[in-house]
């Protein structure tokens, strides 16, 4: 069966190279808002016609690392897992991403600046940003595919301050991505 797929961003200015024929969800930035947007328009289609594309920007945890990557797990990484797991639950903090590459994108509602939490987030993860994993966990609580598709804007560090500068490279980019791999 062919999917029809809904793409999904944070931000508007991230989203300003979807090809209009594309239907579009702009949630606002964090895993809540991400979470109830992504929820609430799959709410609203049929689950076994539905591809989800989360398109959006990212920051590098290591060093090297640009373009565009297409997350095969997303990890949520600020959540107390270890604590959650000792109470008997499974936090559901990793996510595998199907036709996903090897990267690993780190979700958190901390916008990272700051080296020390950037070093420790590079041990576990090669890309961060605030929505792909709660994306990821609405599309999988309703049974639809999910693709994370990134761009890197910045490397996690002071540098990602000036992100309103560094997101229409990367909004284009996004853009021609789709047209190249959605197209009608």
Not at 76 to 101: F, S
Not at 105 to 125: H, N
Request: proline content about 5%; charged content about 20%.
């Amino acid at each position: 069966m062919n999917r029809q797929p809904l793409v999904v961003a944070a931000t508007h200015a991230e989203a300003a190279h979807v090809p209009d024929h594309l239907p579009l969800v702009v949630t606002g930035l964090g895993k809540t808002a991400a979470a109830v947007a992504t929820a609430r328009a799959l709410s609203e289609r049929d689950p076994e016609r539905t591809l989800v594309v989360n398109i959006g920007t990212a920051g590098a945890l290591r060093d090297g690392l640009s373009g565009l990557h297409l997350p095969g797990t997303a990890l949520n990484h600020d959540m107390n897992a270890d604590a959650v797991r000792a109470l008997g639950y499974d936090p559901q903090e990793l996510l595998v991403i199907d036709e996903g590459d090897e990267t690993v994108l780190a979700s958190g509602d901390v916008f990272v600046t700051d080296p020390v939490v950037r070093a420790a987030l590079a041990a576990r993860a090669h890309l961060v940003d605030m929505e792909g994993y709660a994306v990821a966990y609405a599309c999988r609580q309703y049974g639809v595919p999910v693709r994370l598709v990134k761009h890197v804007s910045d490397n996690a560090d002071e540098s990602a301050l000036d992100w309103p500068s560094a997101v229409a490279a990367s909004a284009r980019a996004l853009g021609a991505w789709l047209e190249e791999q959605l197209a009608r």
